[in-house]
């Protein structure tokens, strides 16, 4: 089993609906994130939280809210969806600590399509 | 000006050839980088760390300069399944950024037969 998951992997919704993208991990890290990726624009940070009880604003969380229900749950939410925000979203998490604990496991991706 | 910045590419090279790229970030105080390596409409996952005294894995080639602060990947014997897009990531510095990996729009990497 990935020990990175995320539900749903493809999504298709129209403009103004609420939409939930669902990430959980068995690595047992305590600090999770969520990022989009554009074509020709790289990943960009949206939400991370460091621990149950730490959620912190990435560089564009507007029109993005996130939840951390448990240490292996990081949810993110569209409350209502827009066009732009059509794109490639994956959720990451990495251990506490520095150097190589850096490093960020990825989930496979949740491809979301606004019309 | 971003954070990392990366030539997007393509570089389409043959089977076998050495081809190099490079990264450059605008925090002289950023102390980790990395390069991580993703397929097509895959995640990210990570290549490699990049040392200060510069490290090799197998074909693979990382050299970090401070001074020009620009960090370098080198592939040798190109093979096929390195068709990739290769993202430079470096660690956050600073109060606002500690614990985040910028990463760069990636460099597409396409070895042909």
């Known amino acids: 089993d990935a020990d990175v998951t995320q539900t749903p992997r493809n999504r298709i919704t129209k403009t103004g609906k609420r939409i939930m993208l669902e990430c959980s991990q068995t690595?047992?890290?305590?600090?999770m994130y969520w990022y989009r990726q554009d074509p020709g624009l790289g990943l960009q940070l949206i939400y991370y939280?460091?621990?149950?009880?730490?959620?912190n604003k990435g560089e564009i969380s507007d029109g993005y809210s996130v939840s951390r229900q448990a240490q292996a749950k990081f949810s993110l939410s569209l409350e209502s969806a827009i066009p732009n925000q059509t794109a490639l979203y994956f959720c990451?998490?990495?251990?506490?600590?520095?150097?190589?604990?850096?490093?960020?496991?990825f989930g496979p991706g949740t491809r979301l399509t606004v019309l | 000006r971003k954070e990392v910045e990366q030539d997007p590419g393509p570089f389409n090279v043959p089977e076998g050839a050495t081809v190099a790229f490079n990264c450059t970030y605008s925090n002289s105080a950023s102390q980790s980088f990395f390069w991580y390596r993703q397929d097509c409409r895959k995640e990210p996952k990570l290549l490699m760390s990049?040392?200060?005294s510069g490290n090799e894995d197998g074909r693979f080639t990382a050299q970090l300069n401070r001074a020009s602060q620009y960090i370098s990947l080198l592939i040798r014997d190109s093979k096929l399944s390195d068709s990739a897009t290769y993202l430079c990531?470096?660690?956050?510095?600073?109060?606002?950024?500690?614990?985040?990996?910028?990463f760069g729009q990636g460099t597409t990497l396409q070895v042909k037969p």
């Open positions: 990451a998490t990495s251990p506490r600590g520095t150097g190589t604990y850096n490093e960020q496991f």
């Open positions: 990531v470096v660690l956050g510095s600073g109060s606002s950024n500690t614990g985040k990996l910028i």
């Open positions: 990049v040392y200060s």
């Open positions: 690595k047992g890290h305590d600090r």
């Open positions: 939280s460091f621990d149950v009880k730490d959620i």
